[in-house]
Each structure stands twice: as C-alpha cells, then as structure tokens.
T-cell receptor
Framework: DTAVSQTPKYLVTQMGNDKSIKCEQNLGHDTMYWYKQDSKKFLKIMFSYNNKELIINETVPNRFSPKSPDKAHLNLHINSLELGDSAVYFC???????????FGSGTQLSVL | GENVEQHPSTLSVQEGDSAVIKCTYSDSASNYFPWYKQELGKGPQLIIDIRSNVGEKKDQRIAVTLNKTAKHFSLHITETQPEDSAVYFCAASGNTGNQFYFGTGTSLTVIP
C-alpha cells in the first residue's frame, strides 16, 4: 500500500484553466503539506495543515487553495493557471509538524 | 528566518568511495536535521535524521554529524553504490515546529 498517494502523476493544461491535484495518506498522520519543486529542484513549502490549523506560505498566490475533506486527504486547487505554475507538486504528511515527512511521488504540472 | 546552505551542488564519486555533503544553518534555535534522498521521478525519502542533543548518528553505510557550535551538519555515505545516485537534501527545523527549511540539494552520481 502506498503511504502517500497523489493523482494525477502528470497534468498538462492550458493557461487560464482551473485544476485540482488529489492527495491521500494512509499513515494516520495529523499533518499534511503541499510543496512545489521548481526546475532547479528547490523545494518550497506552500501549505501545512492539520485538523486545527492551516498555515499558508505568504508568497503563495491566492489562486492556490488547499481543501481537506478529512484528516487523510489534502487536495490542491489551482485557479487561472499561469505558465509559471509549471513545476512538480508534492504532497507530504507527518505525525507532527515538520517531523519525519513522508512524500508522495509528485504531480508534474505543465501549463501551456 | 532560517537559511540552510548546502554544498556541493553536484558530486561524482567512484563506486566504493565515500561521499560527503555539507550543510550550514543560521538559526541557533533549529534542533532537528533530517536528510532526504530523491530518486528520479520520485518524491524525497527520509534516510536519516539527527536532533541537536546528539553529535553523530549512524545507520549502516550512512551517517550524519552535527556541530551545533559551528552550525553545520554533514551526511557521510561510505562504500557508495550506483543505487546511491540521487539528489540529496538536508533540512533544518526549529523549536516552534512551524517551519522546515530545505537546502538546495546535491546531485550525487556514483560511477560504476
């Protein structure tokens, strides 16, 4: 069983579209995250979330929004996609804030 | 905030040799230092971590050392094998647990 799974693996879309990436973890962790990895492999935190608190990286445009239907899921919605949004997006989870993160396999987003 | 610097950005070693990757951090309050390995097309995977009350930790062929006074920590891989080829990331996390800073990554190539 995959611990942190995200879908789709690849997402190709046009500028201006709205898209979602789904993430599920079966580890029973309380905290989940979304990271963006750019072409230079730099990992940047976008959101961290547990059932009590959402922490947003202030540099993330408000076109990006996390939605958590329950503790095991944290989906990422992106509105009005731009060329600069092209990157690999990783979901992760951990038993506590920023301790022993488990990452999904990533979603390669390409905006044309 | 914290600033984590990682060197070198690329490293090539012959199979069987050792590899060392170094990171420095700026926030003396940081107390948790994990290392992640990212293989091509996959998410980062935790390989070893160390807390500030410990100077060294070993797990088979990998070890991490921490010098709190100098604010640097290092990953040591001995008897390298081709499957060690990957991008390695260091990270630092502080007391408050509300932030996690990744280094910029080291691309390690083990030449058979």
């Amino acid at each position: 069983d995959t611990a942190v799974s995200q879908t789709p693996k690849y997402l190709v879309t046009q500028m201006g579209n709205d898209k979602s990436i789904k993430c599920e973890q079966n580890l029973g962790h309380d905290t989940m995250y979304w990271y963006k990895q750019d072409s230079k492999k730099f990992l940047k935190i976008m959101f961290s979330y547990n059932n009590k608190e959402l922490i947003i990286n202030e540099t993330v445009p408000n076109r990006f929004s996390p939605k958590s239907p329950d503790k095991a899921h944290l989906n990422l919605h992106i509105n009005s996609l731009e060329l600069g949004d092209s990157a690999v997006y990783f979901c992760a989870s951990s038993p506590d804030y920023y301790e022993k993160l488990f990452f999904g396999s990533g979603t390669q987003l390409s905006v044309l | 905030g914290e600033n984590v610097e990682q060197h070198p950005s690329t490293l090539s070693v012959q199979e069987g040799d050792s590899a060392v990757i170094k990171c420095t951090y700026s926030d003396s309050a940081s107390n948790y230092f994990p290392w992640y390995k990212q293989e091509l097309g996959k998410g980062p995977q935790l390989i070893i971590d160390i807390r500030s009350n410990v100077g060294e930790k070993k797990d088979q062929r990998i070890a991490v050392t921490l010098n709190k006074t100098a604010k640097h920590f290092s990953l040591h891989i001995t008897e390298t094998q081709p499957e060690d080829s990957a991008v390695y990331f260091c990270a630092a996390s502080g007391n408050t647990g509300n932030q996690f800073y990744f280094g910029t990554g080291t691309s390690l190539t083990v030449i058979p």
